[in-house]
């Protein structure tokens, strides 16, 4: 169970601790902050609220550590971090319990993202091992006039601390995706999680305490956002930000000075559907894309755009499928849980009742028990509808009627999101063309979008993100080439 076991010193009483200096500790405030239970609509857990100055410390215990981490060898960080992996794998049933509880995780799903996370930490420790284990020799006499009598050997090194902020829908994989390229690069780690989810990745921080980590190395500080999360952004101690969520990120961007940012902010992702497509093909990853974890995936199908042509028979599959779904919780495995807050739901009836009221065709009767809202495909919608382009983050999906190619691609264009998409059809020519067409920072052809697996590069372009994600890419980006010139007194050729 969660808190019981090896993780019982992570919990004080009713309250989950913060993570400083290679201890667990309950915040000088006093406060807590409450984490409820998306099915039950109660408070499920509470974790501190931290103080600015106990972020502070957090900060230099970060800071003092680095330093001395940096000089660890490639070869013990990677030990480290695969020790890591074994120990949350290990544990991942409280871990997915905790996800259960706190985000309406299908408990299935709940032990996978554990378990993929595992995968991701052992991965990232070999692939940083590897490039970070190369370097680069260039000679002066490459370029134009000079002779060769300068060798710039280059290498990679650590930034300093990152900050890492995990959205609340993957609050152990999306956390572990930035902690183990920037430890294994050599970087310090604080962890700001999502207030839902908060608890699944304070256990999550254990598994990295009890590899043996150093102390002050890994942070972890929980509480409000109104509180700590300008302070955290904009602190001085920050030399890198890794974000996943939605609009904050934006509003980062614009406070967070001359630091490096990756960040992903979420999508509008389009599904370009054209009549020569496998329509059984179509319908399965409409379902898959659309409705799994009840639609609150950045990479989920959040719009269908359809050529006219095969609309009523794609829309007929859709429906059978959707009517085979299971609506309940998530400790049963139901396909569609509650969504994550009470606001997340008010926010999607919104979407829905603007559809209504412009005419939108409901393909099945709008239904919702307090967070879980039944699955709803919505037809015949139009540009001037909210849903059209607004990012519902629930099981409700739009279908948009075209009548051509280029029709499609504009729709997908004009949205001010960028992140994946989607094309189905039998002709590559055509997927290749329409895939290059469309701004997005990934396209899948024949399949619904998806991050991952963990090692392929994933971005988004225009207000989905900044940088790019992925294993590889996150190593790279979490680290800064430096340069040492030799200099020598007389021109010298290889075998010259």
Request: aromatic share 6%.
């Amino acid at each position: 169970m969660a808190g019981t076991g090896v993780f019982a010193e992570v919990l004080d009483g009713e309250v989950y601790k913060y993570y400083a200096d290679g201890e667990w500790r309950a915040s000088a405030s006093g406060k807590t902050v409450a984490i409820v239970n998306p099915t039950t609509r109660q408070t499920q857990y509470r974790v501190q609220a931290c103080t600015q100055e106990e972020v502070n410390k957090v900060m230099e215990a970060a800071k003092v550590a680095q330093k001395a981490w940096a000089r660890t060898p490639l070869w013990k960080r990677a030990e480290l971090l695969h020790k890591a992996a074994a120990i949350l794998k290990e544990h991942k049933t409280p871990i997915a319990e905790c996800l259960v509880k706190e985000i309406a995780k299908p408990a299935k799903d709940a032990v996978s993202e554990v378990v993929r996370s595992g995968d991701l930490v052992s991965y990232t420790a070999e692939e940083g091992v590897r490039i970070l284990g190369e370097g680069k020799l260039l000679v002066s006499d490459s370029f134009p006039g000079n002779e060769r009598n300068k060798y710039c050997l280059s290498s990679k090194v650590p930034l300093g601390v990152v900050l890492a902020i995990p959205p609340f829908n993957y609050p152990v994989n999306l956390a572990v995706s930035k902690i183990g390229p920037a430890l294994i690069a050599g970087n310090a780690l604080v962890l700001k999680p999502p207030t839902q989810g908060a608890v699944a990745a304070l256990h999550m921080v254990h598994c990295f305490h009890l590899a043996g980590f150093p102390k002050g190395l890994i942070g972890c500080v929980t509480g409000k956002g109104s509180e700590i999360g300008d302070f955290l952004t904009m602190h001085p101690g920050v030399n890198c930000i890794s974000f996943t969520g939605g609009d904050t990120g934006i509003a980062i961007s614009k406070k967070a000075g001359m630091v490096p940012l990756q960040m992903e902010l979420g999508g509008k992702d389009a599904c370009i559907v054209l009549e020569d497509a496998d329509l059984d093909l179509v319908a399965a990853n409409i379902v898959k894309g659309g409705f799994s974890y009840s639609g609150q995936r950045c990479t989920a199908v959040k719009v269908v755009l359809i050529m006219e042509a095969v609309a009523d028979a794609v829309v007929e599959k859709v429906n059978a499928k959707l009517g085979k779904l299971t609506v309940g919780t998530p400790e049963d495995n139901s396909d569609i849980t509650p969504v994550v807050t009470e606001s997340s739901a008010n926010f999607i009836e919104g979407l829905v009742i603007d559809a209504k009221e412009k005419g939108a065709t409901f393909c099945q009767e709008y239904k919702r028990e307090g967070n879980l809202i039944w699955p709803l495909l919505l037809d015949h919608v139009r540009p001037d509808m909210r849903i059209a382009w607004e990012e519902p983050f629930g099981p409700v999906l739009p279908v948009i009627r075209i009548n051509s190619v280029e029709e499609g691609i504009h729709h997908c264009n004009a949205s001010n999101f960028g992140l994946q998409g989607c094309v189905f059809t039998r002709d590559i020519n055509k997927a290749i063309m329409i895939s290059d067409a469309m701004e997005s920072g990934t396209v899948q052809i024949n399949s619904a979008p998806a991050r991952g697996p963990d090692h392929f590069p994933f971005q988004g372009l225009k207000d989905s993100g900044i940088g790019s994600q992925g294993i590889t890419n996150s190593i790279n980006m979490m680290t800064k080439v430096k340069s040492t010139v030799i200099n020598l007194p007389s021109p010298s050729y290889t075998m010259g």
